[in-house]
């Protein structure tokens, strides 16, 4: 099991006053994402736990393209990892945030 955290600055809060929103399921190929609006609006943390290990700069260019694009400050987000490919954790973050914009 390897645990991972990223931490970003962003140029804004993620919009939005939904408070946490949780995304996907732990199973075969997938994983749960938890979003959480309880750090300062410029900050973001994304911690990771995930039975694969030795992915951990891709882990950190999935996040950092994420964080990029949603420019999701304010969110602490967790993730429980199942062996999800890079494309589904993208897509899964990007839900998650979408969500919290509602």
Known sequence: ????????T???PLPGAVQSAITGVVASGNLEVL???VLPP???EVSIETPVT???AVWEAVVADFVA???PGGL????????ARPDTVS???LQGARLMEA
């Open 1 to 8: 099991m390897e645990s991972l955290t990223f931490r970003h």
């Open 10 to 12: 962003t140029r804004k």
């Open 35 to 37: 979003l959480e609006r």
């Open 42 to 44: 410029d900050a973001c």
């Open 54 to 56: 030795g992915y951990a």
């Open 69 to 71: 694009r949603a420019q």
């Open 76 to 83: 602490r987000i967790s993730i429980n990892d199942g062996g």
């Open 91 to 93: 897509l899964r973050l």
